[in-house]
């Protein structure tokens, strides 16, 4: 398939460099990096974060349901926030 990709004048003479010094074409070249690229994203882990918990009863009976508004204050209650 052809397409057009608009790429910097100093990248290009760079990537014709190494593909020259290579051997292959800079179409070689360029797919080979988009391959490499395709193959890492399939091959990474998507972020997970780990489960992390404290004992405990949760929130204190008083502020079940409160509005986070609620807990902010009185979490800076006498701190002048």
Avoid: C
């Avoid at 608009?6 to 290009?12: G, K, N």
């Avoid at 974060?49 to 509005?67: D, I, M």
């Amino acid at each position: 398939m052809k397409t057009t990709v608009q790429i910097s004048d100093s990248l290009m003479r760079e990537a014709r460099k190494v593909a020259a010094q290579q051997g292959v074409t800079f179409r070689a070249l360029v797919e080979r990096g988009l391959q490499r690229i395709v193959a890492e994203s399939k091959t990474e882990k998507p972020f997970k974060l780990r489960g992390v918990t404290v004992k405990g009863n949760g929130l204190r009976p008083e502020l079940r349901g409160a509005s986070w508004e609620k807990i902010r204050a009185l979490i800076y209650e006498g701190h002048g926030g």
